[in-house]
């Protein structure tokens, strides 16, 4: 019977195969990584379990403004989609005078915060959220990068040592085809 180290050792083997098959540093030594934590350490192996661990998983990830962010709408009758900042006020009869007046020039236009009921239904499928990465002071927490052509896989290991390099932290979601990184970033700014 295998002891409790020999499961342990395995275990390691297997994690450090998946990081590797990633192109995801594990050896310690480099420059530690700041704050947010990659997902790789910020979630179990198998994923987040409860609702509550899933939004807030993705707070971590995605974190940009808080006071508003964006539901995707698209028109049955052009086909035409797009995003638009969330109101209280959509389509409430006397108030909302769409499609007459546009969102932009409404006086009755009450912005939505991000919610995590918002978040919840952006992950159950209800709608598309959009979010608002840009703060106030022109930083920002992540970048999002895809990588979609035949080497996806080199491109996105290359993405991952710049950042090793930079210290930046990253996570790496893998797809077929194609990968997107989530690359948490401070101090980003408009001139970049």
Known sequence: MPS???QLRRENARLIELLEAHGIAWRSGGPAPTEPVPIL????????????EKVALFRRLFRGRDDVHALRWKSNSSGRSGYAPACAN?????????PR????????????????AAIYGHLAGDHTIGLYPLLDNDHCHLLAVDFDEQDW??????????????????ALETRQPGAALISHT???????
Do not use: M, Y
Not at 160 to 166: A, G, I
């Open 186 to 192: 401070c101090n980003a700014t408009r001139q970049l």
């Open 4 to 6: 409790d180290l020999d």
């Open 41 to 52: 350490e910020a979630a179990p192996a198998n994923g987040p379990g409860s609702t509550q």
């Open 101 to 116: 007046i546009s969102c932009r020039d409404c006086n009755h236009r009450e912005l939505l915060p991000l919610s995590d």
């Open 153 to 170: 896989r080199d491109d996105a290991r290359a993405f991952l040592r710049s950042c090793r390099e930079l210290a930046v932290p990253a």
């Open 90 to 98: 959509e389509w409430r009869p006397g108030i909302c005078e769409k």
